[in-house]
C-alpha cells in the first residue's frame, strides 16, 4: 500500500529525475530506462514496505531487466533508505528552483491588467523574453487583435481577416503578432538613416587635418595630391497624425555629424509649426557640418520641417517640404527588410526642386535602371542610399 509520503513525493518528481550522485537503486532503474518521477516514488515506497521475496513480483511490470534492480536491493545495505533521501533532496531541489518570488509574481499578474496595453513594441518584446509565463501573455491574441484595430484605423487601412486554420477562426495567439507586423504602414517609433559618401579629390598640402597634410607632404614629396571619402547622413523622421488637425509631419536632416547627436535632436523634435526651415537644404553640408559637430543648436537649424502622405495602394510615401531655395519633393517606396522586421526600409524614388521660377529640377539618384542591372552609376558617389529604420525605444508609443 502507498502511504501518504509517496503522494507528496510523486507530485515534486512528476518530471524526469536530474543526474546527480544518487543511490545503487536509481541508478539501475536509469539504465532500465525508468525515469518517470512518479513511478520510481511508487517503486520505492512499495519495496520498503514489501518482504524480500515480493520484490522481483513488484519490479517486473516496471523495470526489464530487474537484475540490477534485485542485485542493489540484495547487496546494498540501506539502499531504500538512501533512495527515499535522495529522492527527497531532488524533490527539494525542484521546489527551490520553481518558487516564484513575491516580485516575479506581481509582475505576472500585473502584465495582463494593463501593463502591456500601456507599452509599446520594444518593452512588450522584452517582457516576452522574462519567462515562459511572460511570453504566453505578451502573445495573447486580444492584445494584438485590439493593437491591429487601431493601427489599420490611424493609416485608413483595411483590417486583414482573423487568421484560420481549415476554415476556423485559430486560437493560436502566436499568430496575431505575425499579422500586426506584417502591415505595412509608417513607422513613428524611430528614424530613417541612410548612410551617404563620396570621393573627392585633394591636392596635396589642402586637407583640413594638418596632419594628413604633413603625411602627404613627406610622402609625396609636395607633389600631386589623392582621393578622399568623405562620409554623411541623410535622416527622416515620420511624425504620428496631428493630434489637433491629423497632419503629417516629416522631419528630415541632411549631415556629418555623429549620428547619436542627430537622433537625440531629431527625437526631441522641434515645433513643425513654427520652425524655420534652412536657407539650402540640399547640394551643401553648411556651416560648422563637419563629422565631430555635434552642437544640437545647429543641428536643429538645419532640420527640414515638413509634411508626408502615405499612399498604401502603391506603398509610397512622399514628403514635401519649402525652403529658401526652392520646393522640395522627396518620393519613397516603403518595404518591409525582411520577415521579421516591419516597414524599415525607404528607397528612393525620385527627388525633384521647383524653384522661384517654377522649373522642376530632378536630381540625379545615381542608380542604373533595372534593365542595366542595377546598382551605382558611379562607384565614387552615393549620395541616395536606401534609408534604414532604427527604432528608438523612447519613442515607442508612437508607433
Known amino acids: 500500500q502507498v502511504v501518504p509520503r509517496t503522494l507528496e ?9 536530474p543526474e546527480s550522485a544518487m543511490s545503487e537503486l536509481l541508478d539501475a532503474f536509469d539504465d532500465a530506462g525508468l525515469v518517470d518521477g512518479e513511478t520510481r516514488a511508487f517503486l520505492v515506497e512499495a519495496l520498503l514496505n514489501a518482504e524480500a521475496a515480493d520484490w522481483a513480483d513488484i519490479l517486473e511490470p516496471f523495470v526489464s531487466p530487474i537484475d540490477a534492480a534485485l542485485a542493489a536491493l540484495r547487496d ?76 489599420c484605423a490611424r493609416w485608413s487601412l483595411p483590417q486583414p481577416p482573423p487568421p484560420t486554420v481549415g476554415g476556423v477562426a485559430d486560437a ?20 530613417y538613416i541612410g ?23 613627406a610622402m609625396k614629396a609636395g607633389a600631386g595630391g589623392g582621393g578622399e571619402w568623405l562620409e554623411y547622413r541623410r535622416y527622416v523622421r515620420l511624425l504620428p497624425p496631428d493630434s489637433v488637425d491629423g497632419s503629417l509631419w516629416a522631419l528630415v536632416l541632411q549631415d556629418p555629424c555623429p549620428r547619436e547627436a542627430a537622433e537625440k535632436v531629431l527625437i526631441a523634435g522641434v515645433d513643425p509649426r513654427t520652425h524655420a526651415n534652412p536657407a539650402k537644404s540640399e547640394g ?38 519649402a525652403a529658401a531655395d526652392g520646393n522640395f519633393h522627396l518620393t519613397f517606396c516603403l518595404s518591409h527588410g ?24 530632378a536630381f540625379n539618384l545615381g542608380r542604373l535602371p533595372d534593365w542595366k542591372g542595377g546598382g551605382l552609376a558611379d562607384d565614387n558617389k552615393d549620395h541616395f542610399p536606401q534609408m534604414q529604420f532604427r527604432p528608438k525605444v523612447v519613442a515607442e508609443h508612437l508607433c
Open 9 to 17: 513525493l510523486a507530485r515534486c518528481l512528476a518530471s524526469p529525475v
Open 76 to 151: 546494498v545495505p540501506g539502499v531504500l533508505e538512501r533512495s527515499l533521501r535522495d529522492m527527497d533532496r531532488a524533490a527539494a531541489e525542484k521546489e527551490k528552483e520553481e518558487e516564484v518570488s513575491p516580485l516575479a509574481e506581481f509582475f505576472l499578474k500585473a502584465l495582463p491588467n494593463g501593463v502591456l496595453r500601456s507599452s509599446g513594441l520594444h518593452t512588450i518584446a522584452r517582457c516576452g523574453q522574462v519567462c515562459r509565463a511572460a511570453r504566453v501573455h505578451c502573445s495573447e491574441g486580444a492584445l494584438w487583435e485590439s493593437r491591429l484595430e487601431l493601427l
Open 284 to 321: 551643401v553640408l553648411g556651416e560648422g557640418a563637419v563629422a565631430s559637430a555635434s552642437d544640437p543648436d545647429r543641428l536643429r537649424k538645419r532640420i527640414s520641417v515638413g509634411r508626408y502622405t502615405f499612399k498604401p495602394e502603391e506603398s509610397k510615401v512622399e514628403v514635401r517640404y
Open 195 to 217: 548612410h551617404c559618401k563620396f570621393k573627392r579629390w585633394v591636392r596635396l598640402g589642402h586637407h583640413q587635418d594638418l596632419r594628413k597634410n604633413a603625411e602627404q607632404l
Open 338 to 361: 525582411g520577415p521579421r522586421v516591419c516597414a524599415d526600409r525607404l528607397t528612393w524614388e525620385a527627388y525633384t526642386m521647383e524653384d522661384e521660377s517654377s522649373e522642376v529640377i
Open 172 to 191: 493560436v495567439a502566436s499568430i496575431w503578432p505575425g499579422r500586426y507586423l506584417s502591415v505595412l504602414r509608417p513607422r513613428c517609433d524611430g528614424i
